[in-house]
């Protein structure tokens, strides 16, 4: 979507290594999300933030660390990747809960 | 405890016929719904946002109702087409820390 982006699209790590992936916004919204999609489970809250260095956690956020150090950049940090860590992770940002999500591309993680 | 519940889960239907699709929620008290679209190995694409003071809202061959007092919302696609298969999602907004989604409904429009 135009004013979020994802970075990596995709990657494969090995188990055990740290993985950073970044979320980018250009729409200066003030709520940032990180969920993961797996088959079975739908979409599942990790981390999210309110504000620069404002964040929280989500249902699943056993494993992850984020960061926010700027309004348009958050960061999801895998600290020591597992196997089921494989998944595809998306970025999603909302100016306040009356205006609707924005949804990234995702990034599709597999961890070998 | 919000729960979202989509109907059907699946459907199959040939070209040209007008579908609705279900969204069914336990707490009332939303600010907002918000439908979705996923093509495979994509992510979710925004299709309708309908706010909580609002009864309906469309956007080309889209039409998605809201009935708070009942719980429901409808997403009516008409004349559908090939290109509208994708999974379909609902989803209403937990204060600002969670979108809690529905359990979606996969459509194939086959020619």
């Known amino acids: 979507d135009a004013g979020i982006t994802q970075s990596p699209r995709h990657k494969v790590t090995e188990t055990g290594t740290p993985v950073t992936l970044r979320c980018h916004q250009t729409e200066n919204h003030r709520y940032m999300y990180w969920y993961r999609q797996d088959p079975g489970h739908g979409l599942r809250l990790i981390h999210y933030?309110?504000?620069?260095?404002?964040?929280d956690k989500g249902e699943v956020s056993d494993g992850y660390s984020v960061s926010r150090s700027k309004t348009e950049d958050f960061l999801l940090t895998l600290e020591s990747a597992t196997s089921s860590q494989t998944s595809v992770y998306f970025c999603?940002?909302?100016?306040?809960?009356?205006?609707?999500?924005?949804f990234g591309s995702g990034t599709r993680l597999t961890v070998v | 405890k919000q729960e979202v519940t989509q109907i059907p889960a699946a459907l199959s239907v040939p070209e040209g016929e007008n579908l609705v699709l279900n969204c069914s929620f336990t707490d009332s008290a939303i600010y907002n719904l918000q439908w979705f679209r996923q093509d495979p190995g994509k992510g979710l694409t925004s299709l309708l946002l309908i706010q909580s003071s609002q009864r309906e809202q469309t956007s080309g061959r889209l039409n998605a109702s809201l009935d708070k007092s009942s719980g429901r919302s409808t997403l009516y696609i008409a004349a559908s087409q090939p290109g509208d298969s994708a999974t379909y999602l609902c989803?209403?907004?937990?204060?600002?820390?969670?979108?809690?989604f529905g359990t979606g409904t996969r459509l194939q429009v086959f020619p």
């Open positions: 999603a940002i909302s100016d306040s809960a009356g205006d609707g999500y924005t």
């Open positions: 989803a209403v907004p937990r204060n600002t820390d969670k979108l809690i």
């Open positions: 933030s309110y504000g620069v260095k404002d964040t």
